[in-house]
């Protein structure tokens, strides 16, 4: 039969109830170089989109159910040892660094673990937190901001650190002296507009934050909002365009090789 | 059967395109004729082995008394095969009609042969499908020819100039179209083999939401969120102004607040905000980038002279109590805290600390559009022009008399066409917005005596709001919150450079005649001058030197009657709900009345915040649940 082989598909299957049934009968004009191995394994993927969907949808969530779960409230430890022990098995946990008043600084080691002889530390209020790289998120921050004593905060490099939770952090406002937002991926000018709560802050950090839109200016107007503190961050002429006399200049200074 | 509705289609459309019919006629020629396992061609009327194999009958368009519904496999199946039949009868069909009917069969058979292109083989087939073998002697063939004539009469709706089957026909050009209709016909693709129905909404949908803007939006993705297996529900989101240059979401300037004086209000303001905070566990989307809303936590400062200094404390222990981080202040801490504002005039301030400020709407909308688009939900570009409803009289329980109204079709029209399509479905929800009034008349809600329930209309109309942008060099600088001043004029920053938007809301003292036409969306720039300006440069100083950059307009979907919410069923149409006239709050609750409508279609009442004073039955009743707002 001189037909195309193409529309013999169309009429086979549904006699026969062909193997790969209904389906199979959209591939009708499938070219014959297909026909290779490669390409049935992603045949395969996309004849079962929707459940390939499913799956990547439901690894999704895993990851984010992940960091919530870092992010859970130790309601337990705050009711038996008070809200500072309650912050610093958190942070410890989380794989940051801990300061009660006159004690030294506590980290974990190597391996994530930590001893447990804070715990004695039951009246003493914790000084400092260096959460730097942790994940620590909006909710997360519940346990810090139960710190009516924190004087200096870090959280550089926080990846879930957003502007949302800039927004919580007023409740620190009695005495919080030093903050450090340096490289958080999420952190924008609208976040640090919230900072103007923080009337003790005398050292903030605002370097190298890929969200916000103009490092110089906003470095101006944070430093306008917050008369007291001393901000480090983006040079203020970073952002600034040439002169046309400095462009020639720069222009006449790189061209010899 | 197939034949028979086959034949009265090809009787009924004489107009249509040539191939369609020789198809459709082809079909029935191969049908007649049997397939490869029968050779009697066997009674014209009856079904053939191939077709008993559960190939329904072609429906003509608007016919909805099908053995199977479109959408299920048999019927894809069948049509398919139907349509199989037809592309090679399609040949047949032209050599048929362009020498059976002269000639003696044998001779025919050879001259059909030849003009075919290709498709001959060794048996000699009539229609050129190899299920089609010639056998028989001259008895078959007389019968044959008899039935060819029958054919030929059938076909004689196309005119006398086609018949000859010349070359002067574009073949190629036929092949193709022949082949686009079997692509239709494929599973996935529309029962409907006469003409292009993609553009189409479906004939059925389980919910269609008239509107889509965020209310519309964010119902439809709650709906699939809540259903209990995926692909449950059918929704169908019909919008006419995909570009929404005139839907209030749009146009909004984006502001979130809880500092409302209803529980309500507040507890959908909150739910809300925690919606937009985990906004890309809700929306996501594997493989599309996360969402910036661009959210500016920065809050409002809400500022009240001496006569709503009580309200105000009265609201803001309301809102302390539900959740929200409020407090207030006295004017001396607003002048250590802003510097910027000239405290005459006020007497108390309240101040949003956390969950507050501004957001970028239009990021909202996309994003839930995408997830929405991505659930399952269909979006049709089409304007809702009538319903089509039955009646039932019924008695209560105390023996009145009620007619309840049920809707059965939505009619859809096509964007700039008067096609439309009639959209069977169940429940019908009214997120229009500023025109949900429109489409509440087109229900037949309102059409009774006044002073009745069937006379109560939803007193939702379009208020013209204007949004101007100024630039102010010496402004206030980056801590400034959204400010709404005891008169009503309200300012807010705008980005890094000094920018500031703001208007005035007319209060609910100002006369109706005040009211902007709300025809067109022109900017009246006299009204910044007049209005907004005189009590922005009382308020801050900053203010009297300012350069107006732009403005525009937006409609608010006004509330006569009480400026909240319509959300639940009507009580008497009872499958249309509605999600509309938030005047001017809507985007702010948009994620929580979204919630709210599909927990009251799919469990039948408000499951997480009771909305319940906010049904439509409060018109009717007379009443009001207002805010004690000092504007």
């Known amino acids: 039969m001189a037909a195309p082989k193409a529309s013999l598909h169309l009429v086979a299957p549904i006699w026969k109830g062909g193997p790969r049934g209904i389906r199979g009968l959209s591939r009708t004009v499938a070219p014959e170089g297909n026909q290779r191995k490669g390409r049935t394994v992603l045949q395969f993927l996309a004849d079962r989109f929707y459940d390939v969907q499913a799956l990547r949808e439901y690894l999704l969530r895993k990851q984010v159910s992940k960091v919530h779960q870092k992010n859970r409230s130790f309601t337990y430890v705050k009711e038996q040892y008070g809200p500072y022990i309650a912050a610093a098995y958190f942070v410890l946990k989380q794989g940051g660094a801990v300061k009660f008043q006159g004690q030294e600084w506590m980290r974990p080691n190597g391996r994530g673990r930590f001893s447990l002889e804070f715990f004695k530390f039951q009246a003493v209020p914790v000084e400092a937190v260096d959460a730097s790289g942790c994940a620590i998120n909006y909710q997360g921050l519940d346990n810090l901001l139960a710190l009516k004593e924190l004087q200096s905060l870090s959280l550089q490099r926080c990846p879930h650190v957003d502007d949302w939770c800039l927004s919580r952090l007023y409740q620190l406002a009695g005495s919080l002296q030093e903050l450090s937002l340096a490289g958080c991926p999420q952190v924008s000018e609208r976040g640090l507009a919230c900072l103007h709560h923080l009337q003790n802050l005398r050292r903030l950090d605002i370097s190298d934050l890929p969200a916000v839109s103009n490092p110089g200016l906003t470095q101006i107007l944070v430093e306008e909002m917050l008369p007291n503190c001393n901000v480090l961050g983006a040079d203020w002429a970073q952002g600034l365009k040439l002169g046309p006399e400095e462009q020639s200049q720069d222009t006449a200074r790189s061209i010899p090789a | ?631």
């Open chain 2, 1 to 631: 059967m197939v034949k028979k509705s086959s034949m009265a289609a090809a009787g009924k459309e004489p107009g249509r395109a040539p191939g369609t019919q020789a198809a459709i006629a082809a079909a029935s020629c191969c049908a007649k004729r049997g397939t490869r396992h029968t050779s009697s061609p066997g009674n014209q009327l009856s079904r053939t082995s191939a077709q008993s194999r559960g190939v329904p009958s072609p429906t003509p368009p608007r016919a909805r008394r099908t053995d199977v519904t479109p959408g299920s496999p048999m019927a894809a199946g069948g049509g398919h095969g139907r349509g199989s039949w037809g592309s090679h009868g399609e040949t047949a069909a032209y050599g048929a009609e362009g020498r059976g009917l002269e000639a003696p069969l044998a001779n025919g058979r050879a001259r059909l042969n030849n003009s075919r292109r290709g498709a001959v083989t060794a048996e000699g087939t009539v229609c050129g499908i190899e299920c089609c073998p010639r056998r028989g002697g001259p008895q078959r063939a007389m019968l044959r020819r008899a039935l060819r004539l029958g054919l030929g009469r059938g076909l004689l709706g196309r005119g006398l100039g086609t018949w000859r089957g010349d070359s002067t026909l574009d073949w190629d050009g036929k092949v193709s179209d022949i082949k686009k209709k079997i692509q239709s016909v494929l599973p996935g693709g529309a029962w409907n083999p006469l003409y292009d129905t993609s553009h189409l909404p479906p004939e059925h949908s389980d919910v269609v939401i008239v509107g889509g803007g965020v209310l519309g939006l964010s119902v439809a993705y709650w709906l699939k969120r809540l259903e209990k297996r995926r692909g449950a529900i059918q929704v169908l989101v019909v919008e006419r102004d995909y570009t929404y240059s005139q839907a209030s979401t749009g146009l909004s300037v984006g502001g979130i607040r809880q500092q409302f004086s209803l529980p309500e209000n507040i507890q959908l303001s909150l739910f809300s905000v925690d919606f937009l905070r985990n906004i890309n566990e809700y929306l996501a989307v594997v493989d599309d980038p996360p969402l910036d809303l661009q959210f500016n936590p920065s809050g409002y400062l809400l500022l009240a002279s001496e006569k709503g200094a009580a309200i105000m404390e009265n609201n803001v222990k309301v809102q302390r109590q539900e959740g929200a981080k409020v407090c207030l202040m006295s004017p001396e801490q607003l002048r250590n805290k802003f510097p910027w504002i000239n405290t005459e005039g006020v007497a108390l301030a309240s101040y949003g600390l956390e969950d507050e400020g501004w957001f970028d709407p239009w990021c909202l909308l996309q994003g839930l559009r995408r997830k929405v688009q991505s659930m399952g939900v269909l979006f049709c570009h089409g304007e809702v022009t009538r319903f089509i409803s039955s009646s039932n009289r019924m008695e209560t329980a105390s023996g009145e008399e009620v007619t309840l109204k049920r809707i059965h079709e939505v009619h859809v029209k096509m964007d700039r066409s008067l096609e439309y399509q009639p959209v069977e479905c169940a429940i019908v929800i009214n997120a229009a917005g500023a025109w949900s009034g429109q489409i509440a008349e087109l229900a037949g809600i309102g059409k009774g005596p006044p002073g009745t329930l069937q006379g109560t209309k939803l007193p939702v109309e379009p208020r013209k709001r204007y949004v101007y942008l100024w630039h102010c060099p010496q402004g206030p600088g980056l801590e400034t919150p959204f400010v709404i001043d005891s008169s009503g004029a309200y300012f807010r920053r705008e980005g890094l450079g000094n920018n500031y938007l703001g208007s005035c809301s007319p209060t609910e003292l100002s006369p109706q005649e005040e009211e902007p036409d709300p025809g067109n969306l022109e900017v009246d720039h006299g009204f910044f001058q007049d209005k907004v300006w005189p009590h922005l440069a009382q308020r801050v100083p900053a203010f009297e030197t300012l350069k107006v950059r732009s403005a525009w307009a937006g409609y608010y979907d006004y509330n006569t009657f009480d400026q909240n919410g319509v959300v639940g069923p009507h009580p008497l149409v009872v499958n249309m709900y509605f999600a509309t006239g938030f005047s001017g709050h809507g985007l702010q609750q948009a994620p929580a009345v979204g919630r709210a409508v599909a927990e009251m279609v799919l469990e039948g009442s408000f499951q997480t915040i009771d909305l319940n004073p906010f049904l439509f039955s409060r018109f009717y009743l007379g009443e009001k649940v207002q805010e004690h707002n000092i504007i």
